[in-house]
């Protein structure tokens, strides 16, 4: 366990040392106000696409042999069951969250704190964080990339009302439309119809350097992003608003344990249908419950910009909770690993 902890906290620190360019910079007034937009967009629309595209269509040949010597309606049923288990626990939060602030007068802050309650920071710094954990694993990586798409389905519905109030604020266009649905909706294309995957090709492999190199810079942007948010804000406003310190408890502490509970009815289901669960398998589980495990999801500052909502409370919410993220997830993680290698014992 301790090799577990000393891992994930090495990681943690990795990742977060891409703030300090961020924070420092922007002190220094070297970012215009314009910075943080442009970063978004850039992760949004290019590297966020990029990762979608390597997480789906791009292997080594030892991760493609890994990869085909299992069934395509396997790995078709375990991205079902990974989708079934981030629904439910995400809507799971939301309205566990909406129940505990129940009684407060601010509905717009209590509409905030249940998205970050749902919504981690599962693309931006899940995936990464998922592939510096388990050395690349493919399936993992596959399986939080289908997270993300269950993530952006929710955040962009469910998501848009809790931020709103208006059901009729929720763009089926802009759903559709948005470049982590088309990204992914492509890369599955590629990697269930492997004969029109150019890029494993034979003598295309440097083809791939393109979606592997954009989505190497995801983790490094999205903490600049942080960085340049905490160096914006004062320390009031970070650290003594008590409703943050709520939402930030559901969000890193019961929001992965609730997922890690969703999941074992479908550990049972998988293994009465295939006869047992093999280690190829614990990814279908392992990776919402990762990935429920991260920060707040960073879209809560841009919908609460764009959608007039308490964009207040969630820029303080997402940086105090996010710096809070850097000693729970070493713990809760470690704690999960244990509960994981018990259950399975």
């Known amino acids: 366990m301790g090799e577990i902890f000393l891992k994930v906290l090495l990681i943690m620190a990795v990742m977060f040392a891409f703030m300090v360019p961020g924070f420092a910079l922007k002190k220094l007034k070297l970012f215009g106000e314009g910075t943080t937009f442009a970063l978004s967009n850039l992760l949004l629309y290019v590297c966020q696409p990029a990762l979608a595209i390597k997480a789906f269509c791009t292997f080594t040949k030892q991760d493609w042999e890994i990869v085909n010597a299992i069934k395509r309606t396997d790995i078709a049923a375990n991205f079902g069951l990974v989708a079934a288990i981030a629904t439910i626990s995400m809507l799971l939060m939301m309205g566990l969250c909406k129940l505990i602030f129940i009684k407060s007068k601010n509905k717009k802050a209590t509409d905030v704190y249940a998205f970050i309650a749902a919504f981690s920071n599962c693309g931006f710094m899940g995936i990464p964080f998922v592939e510096m954990y388990t050395g690349g694993d493919p399936l993992a990586v596959m399986y939080m990339m289908v997270f993300n798409v269950m993530f952006t389905v929710l955040c962009w519905t469910f998501g848009v009302v809790l931020i709103t109030g208006d059901i009729k604020q929720v763009s089926p266009k802009k759903l559709l439309c948005n470049p982590a649905i088309l990204s992914v909706a492509v890369g599955l294309l590629l990697f269930f119809v492997p004969q029109i995957n150019f890029f494993m090709f034979d003598g295309c492999e440097v083809l791939q350097m393109f979606p592997q190199y954009l989505s190497y810079m995801t983790a490094p942007l999205s903490m600049v992003i942080v960085g340049i948010r905490i160096a914006e804000m004062s320390p009031k406003t970070l650290f003594l608003n008590k409703g943050n310190y709520v939402a930030g408890g559901l969000r890193l502490i019961i929001a992965p344990f609730l997922t890690f509970a969703a999941a074992i009815p479908f550990f ?27 920060s707040p999801a960073a879209s809560v500052v841009a919908m609460a910009e764009s959608f007039d909502g308490d964009k207040d409370t969630a820029a303080s919410a997402f940086v105090t909770v996010t710096l809070i993220s850097i000693i729970t997830v070493p713990l809760v993680i470690m704690a999960l690993m244990a509960c994981w290698g018990a259950f399975t014992a």
């Open 268 to 294: 049972y289901i998988l293994q009465s249908a295939r006869g047992g669960v093999s280690g190829i398998d614990e990814y279908v589980f392992l990776a919402p419950v990762i990935a429920m495990t991260m």
